[in-house]
């Protein structure tokens, strides 16, 4: 059973900085892309960050790019997000996600192509 389990989140200042973790189980990890993604109320779930199976690639949403870094430990089966110089707007639960990797180097902005997803953790930055 593939299980996906977010932890860091919580309230900080606008300016702020917090570390999101994703622990993995039941799968491979070191074969997936995996990804963050978030939801802000009343909004759709977007993209924010996505790396390879290997951690040499990664892309970010450009509302976030110089300001979000992702990151993976493949021996602890863990993806993280550091963010740093948090905004009001950054205000939104975070979810992590894992898609099967087809070959070295992928990413995938795109959410369908996700096949598990954690419950997320809330994030809000307060002005």
């Known amino acids: 059973q593939v299980q996906l389990v977010e932890s860091g989140g919580g309230l900080v200042q606008a300016g702020g900085s917090l570390r999101l973790s994703c622990a993995a189980s039941?799968?491979?990890?070191?074969?997936?892309?995996m990804g963050w993604f978030r939801q802000a109320p009343g909004k759709e779930r977007e993209f924010v960050a996505t790396i390879s199976r290997g951690g040499g690639i990664t892309a970010y949403a450009d509302s976030v790019k110089g300001r979000f870094t992702i990151s993976r430990d493949n021996t602890k089966n863990t993806v993280y997000l550091q963010m740093n110089s948090l905004k009001p707007e950054d205000t939104a639960v975070y979810y992590c996600?894992?898609?099967?990797?087809?070959?070295?180097?992928?990413?995938?902005?795109?959410?369908?192509?996700?096949?598990?997803w954690g419950q997320g953790t809330q994030v809000t930055v307060s002005s």
């Open positions: 996600a894992a898609d099967r990797s087809s070959y070295p180097g992928e990413t995938t902005k795109n959410e369908n192509e996700y096949e598990h």
């Open positions: 039941g799968l491979p990890f070191s074969t997936y892309v």
